[in-house]
């Protein structure tokens, strides 16, 4: 459906006057508007055409004109116009998401101890999300004449933001030119693909905003490896000590060493992507400190596309049963206590067997 730019201009008024009053909107009303040039007459004319066509609807004889879903359809497909994010909204989403990202580790420390209490062995906790975070739009808001705020909207719909200062003055045209080429070039993709190669593609065509790519581009992929990474706390790595398996100091030695972030990061890979709890038994375990003791995990989902595993490291004696059913209902409670827009405390860990 080919529209002048007269009826165009006339349409995408209509769709902004009802977004923003929701009542139907009059030929008077746009034509009040201060960027309109049309009269009264000529735009009540073109809401009649329109409205043939089906891009406006008349809900009332004599009343204002509203749009149809059709027009709708138009309007996003062709009239939109784009929105950047203010600074200042930009900085309130970020400090929302620092926020979550504090309470997640806060609860995560919390709970290891917990775990660790329960069953009186050491315990790890750890979140990570499921699958690798893209960006999925860039914004470039101009803080100055050689300040820039590049805003990434990610595919975990996270927000994060960085302040860039440039040698060389920017002007609106070229951050306009800057962001569509990053939205073409940049979105959709994981971190493994921000190559050299991409560089010098995007930089062959950033014109006068070239100099802004490079650190562009190390701060998106640099934040797609972060959003991949994983949280992870221990705790109670001292009560192994209590063990009679571990009055020897040098194997007791051996395997303290091996509660560190580097080697129980694989764990989650050999729980693999389903919920649920795994036992692993002596050589079964993926670090050799660990070839002498058993690990008992629970992988379980905390919403927003993320996944939280508990466990515990202890002698192949353990009580398996006690301590898996222990593990069930710290992830069970977890599970539901993520979902809540509120977090309540923590409930007491079951001290039965059978419970």
């Known amino acids: 459906m080919e529209l002048s730019e007269r009826k165009k201009k006339v349409l995408r008024c209509v769709v902004d006057l009802y977004i923003r009053t929701a009542e139907p909107v009059g030929s008077k009303a746009i034509a009040a508007l201060p960027d309109m040039s049309y009269s009264s007459a000529t735009i009540r004319n073109e809401m009649a055409e329109l409205t043939s066509l089906g891009l406006l609807e008349q809900p009332h004889t004599s009343a204002g004109r509203v749009p149809s879903a059709a027009g709708y359809r138009l309007y996003v497909d062709e009239l939109m116009e784009d929105q950047r994010l203010s600074l200042d909204e930009a900085r309130s989403i970020s400090s929302a998401i620092d926020e979550k990202l504090q309470r997640v580790d806060r609860m995560l420390e919390k709970v290891a101890k917990l775990v660790s209490q329960a069953t009186e062995l050491p315990a790890i906790s750890l979140a990570s999300r499921q699958g690798q975070a893209t960006a999925q739009r860039f914004d470039l808001i101009r803080a100055g004449d050689q300040s820039v705020i590049v805003v990434i909207m990610l595919s975990t719909e996270e927000v994060v933001n960085k302040l860039l200062r440039l040698p060389v003055a920017v002007t609106e045209a070229d951050l306009k030119v800057l962001a569509a080429l990053l939205n073409a070039t940049m979105t959709g993709i994981p971190a493994g693909d921000f190559t050299g190669q991409l560089l010098e593609k995007v930089m062959a065509s950033a014109g006068t905003a070239a100099p802004l790519v490079p650190v562009i581009m190390d701060f998106t992929a640099e934040t797609l490896r ?18 009679p398996e571990y009055r020897d100091v040098d194997k007791a030695q051996k395997v303290l060493s091996s509660f560190d972030e580097e080697a129980l990061r694989d764990l989650p890979a050999v729980m693999g992507s389903e919920s649920g709890t795994k036992v692993l038994v002596g050589p079964e375990n993926v670090a050799q400190e660990l070839k002498d003791t058993s690990v008992v995990m629970t992988k379980f989902d905390i919403g927003e596309g993320m996944q939280a595993m508990i466990g515990v490291v202890g002698p192949t004696r353990m009580d398996y049963a006690k301590v898996t059913a222990r593990l069930s209902y710290f992830a069970e409670s977890l599970s539901k206590l993520f979902s809540k827009p509120e977090q309540p405390q923590l409930p007491e860990a079951k001290t039965r067997q059978e419970e």
Do not use: D, F
């Open 226 to 243: 972060r959003q991949g990474s994983t949280n992870m706390a221990i705790a109670g790595q001292a009560k192994l000590l209590g063990l």
